[in-house]
């Protein structure tokens, strides 16, 4: 029977783990001032758009998700799109909702998206930059007001728009390598 790390002494919780860590297991992976210095305007945004950048922080293609700064620098519709799994959303900077809801993603703010929901990400006109961390799911499919595909972005997708953009910088391969999983 195991002790409860409560029923423990003291001494005892302070000792790290002696047993191998599971084989071929990816390396953690720790970013500093992703809160203040992460969303700093400099040549790491990968740009989307003349608009639209993002900045990753992790593209895990073995799993088929990415984590990212989403920076928008303009107002109006962003895009339209469905996603094929589950968003987690903070809002680090200024505020956007979707059309098809009554609600508002605000600094400081949590929004959760399930996965199969279609809608219009929208930027407030008084607005003049919105910045916020998605963990994406899966993919998304853009798509018209009925629906009907325009294209789709992805962890591979990603990935490929990072390479182009860290290449262009004439940043190192093992760069972008250390934040693929």
Same mark, same amino acid.
């Given at each position: 029977m195991a002790i409860p790390a409560?029923?423990?002494?003291p001494d005892e919780q302070a000792v790290a783990y002696q047993r191998p860590q599971v084989p071929f297991m990816s390396k953690d992976l720790v970013h500093g001032g992703v809160m203040t210095d992460w969303i700093e305007d400099d040549d790491m945004w990968v740009p989307a758009t003349d608009t639209v950048s993002f900045k990753p922080l992790i593209l895990n293609a073995s799993q088929g998700y990415y +984590?990212?700064?989403l920076r928008v620098r303009r107002s109006g519709v962003i895009s339209r799109h469905?996603?094929?799994g589950a968003v987690h959303a903070m809002v680090l900077k200024?505020?956007?909702?979707?059309?098809?809801?009554d609600w508002v993603a605000e600094q400081g703010g949590y929004a959760f998206e399930p996965a199969g929901e279609t809608h219009t990400l929208f930027v407030p006109e008084d607005v003049p930059e919105m910045i916020t961390w998605f963990h994406v799911t899966g993919g998304y499919t853009y798509v018209d007001p009925q629906? +009907?595909?325009?294209g789709y972005e992805?962890?591979?997708?990603k990935i490929e728009a990072t390479c182009r953009h860290y290449a262009s910088l004439g940043l190192p391969d093992d760069h972008i390598e250390s934040i693929i999983r």
């Amino acid at each position: 029977m195991a002790i409860p790390a409560s029923a423990a002494k003291p001494d005892e919780q302070a000792v790290a783990y002696q047993r191998p860590q599971v084989p071929f297991m990816s390396k953690d992976l720790v970013h500093g001032g992703v809160m203040t210095d992460w969303i700093e305007d400099d040549d790491m945004w990968v740009p989307a758009t003349d608009t639209v950048s993002f900045k990753p922080l992790i593209l895990n293609a073995s799993q088929g998700y990415y +984590v990212n700064l989403l920076r928008v620098r303009r107002s109006g519709v962003i895009s339209r799109h469905r996603h094929s799994g589950a968003v987690h959303a903070m809002v680090l900077k200024g505020r956007w909702y979707y059309l098809e809801h009554d609600w508002v993603a605000e600094q400081g703010g949590y929004a959760f998206e399930p996965a199969g929901e279609t809608h219009t990400l929208f930027v407030p006109e008084d607005v003049p930059e919105m910045i916020t961390w998605f963990h994406v799911t899966g993919g998304y499919t853009y798509v018209d007001p009925q629906g +009907v595909a325009q294209g789709y972005e992805d962890v591979f997708t990603k990935i490929e728009a990072t390479c182009r953009h860290y290449a262009s910088l004439g940043l190192p391969d093992d760069h972008i390598e250390s934040i693929i999983r």
